[in-house]
């Protein structure tokens, strides 16, 4: 018999729903910090993950100094199910949509994987919004080399045998080795279970292709904002060495973060810490010099 996981949730930041007109209905987490004056952070998850899925671990440290905002993207999580292929830059977009909604003129964006070409978009298409970026276990491009480039065609070609055979127990048994049994995290673990299963398959191939021809080189260099890189040393997925030409092209300074793709949940604690130093960092290179009299 497999093994049963309870749902049972951790603390999260309230959730709302914001109408953007003509765009549609966005279930975003929103705290709002006691300090009107405090920063605001918008969190831009990662491919095949959520709001909550990839942020919860930070969640806590962050509300405690700022406003934070988390928006589920396009085919994933809670996110918009709109009948056109998947785009990072509509993603950015949204982003934007929902902060103007909201009252907020200035973030802090933070994105991890995915998130990270979508931040960078998000500050290229939407200047006046972003005063600074922390980009988390990602990189300017995926397609370099002909191995990145072969592996998201094999992705591509293999995703709907994927959906087609791959069975809840399969999934359970990968998160399970992760989230081993003394791991802090265990008791979420039906909850995260259920949190990825919110993904829309057909957005998740869409959204794997987007990422595979996205190319950032061009214009990264050029956005001139404080840009702080939260580099994951042992990362499978995305590669150190391209993490760090991340760094040196966009000038960024680093967070260096020992563990794989997967250290949000693998290592929660310190994911937030570095997650929190990352955007005090950024927010510190941006604040104005003081006035001299």
């Not at 480039?149 to 992705?155: A, D, P």
């Not at 840009?227 to 991340?246: H, M, Y």
Request: with cysteine; glycine share 6%.
């Amino acid at each position: 018999m497999a093994t049963r996981f309870e749902i049972n949730p951790p603390s999260l930041l309230p959730g709302r729903l914001v109408l953007v007109p003509q765009r549609g209905e966005f279930f975003v987490r929103y705290h709002q910090h006691e300090n009107p004056t405090a920063a605001v952070v918008l969190l831009l998850h990662g491919w095949t993950a959520s709001s909550d899925l990839n942020f919860f671990t930070a969640y806590e440290e962050l509300a405690a100094s700022y406003t934070v905002i988390g928006i589920d993207h396009r085919g994933h999580g809670r996110g918009l199910r709109p009948d056109v292929p998947f785009t990072l830059e509509d993603c950015a977009d949204d982003a934007a949509a929902v902060c103007d909604a909201l009252g907020v003129e200035s973030v802090v964006a933070v994105g991890y994987s995915m998130g990270g070409p979508i931040a960078m978009l998000l500050a290229r298409r939407h200047p006046q919004l972003v005063c600074g970026l922390v980009l988390q276990a990602t990189a300017m491009e995926w397609r370099a080399t002909a191995r990145e480039r072969s592996r998201f065609q094999v992705s591509r070609l293999l995703g709907p045998i994927t959906r087609r055979f791959v069975r809840p127990s399969t999934v359970r048994m990968v998160f399970a080795r992760r989230i081993t049994r003394r791991h802090p995290l265990r008791p979420h673990l039906g909850w995260m279970l259920s949190e990825w299963r919110r993904n829309d398959q057909w957005h998740m191939a869409q959204a794997g292709r987007a990422i595979s021809r996205f190319d950032a080189r061009t214009f990264i260099g050029s956005l001139h904002l404080p840009t702080c890189v939260v580099l994951t040393t042992q990362d499978q997925l995305v590669s150190p060495a391209k993490q760090r030409e991340l760094v040196q092209t966009a000038g960024a300074s680093v967070v260096p973060l020992e563990g794989d793709h997967f250290v949000n949940v693998t290592k929660p604690v310190e994911f937030s810490a570095a997650t929190a130093r990352a955007v005090a960092m950024v927010l510190s290179a941006s604040a104005p010099l003081p006035t001299v009299h």
